[in-house]
């Protein structure tokens, strides 16, 4: 059964750093592409960063300078260090695999990150 637990998030200022923790448990983590997505009230989820299983990274163009995705395959754990905050990165951050298509139940809770003043 694969479950992903993301932790880390919390309320900060703008300009402010974060930085999320995802643990992996089942099948799946090491060699393959792993992701950040976010999802910001009244939108839709949206891929941030995403690393191949040989650390191949790619960011979105909103965070990119901003935010670093890494991983330990030894832990199973999926990081991303989020540095100079803005408001509009607001929203609850998920981890997940990096597939077009992404099972309904791979879901986790998410974590919340709110940046404000």
């Known amino acids: 059964q694969v479950k992903f637990v993301e932790s880390g998030g919390g309320l900060v200022q703008p300009g402010g750093s974060l930085r999320l923790s995802c643990a992996a448990s089942?099948?799946?983590?090491?060699?393959?592409?792993m992701a950040w997505y976010r999802q910001a009230p009244g939108n839709q989820r949206e891929l941030v960063a995403s690393?191949?299983?040989?650390?191949?990274?790619t960011y979105a163009d909103s965070v990119k300078g901003r935010f670093t995705i890494s991983r330990d395959n030894a832990k199973n754990t999926l990081y991303l260090q989020m540095n100079s905050l803005k408001p509009e990165d607001t929203a609850v951050y998920y981890c997940?695999?990096?597939?077009?298509?992404?099972?309904?139940?791979?879901w986790g809770q998410g974590t919340q990150v709110t940046v404000s003043s």
């Open positions: 690393i191949t299983g040989s650390d191949f990274k």
């Open positions: 997940n695999v990096d597939w077009l298509v992404v099972p309904d139940d791979y």
């Open positions: 089942g099948s799946i983590f090491s060699g393959y592409s």
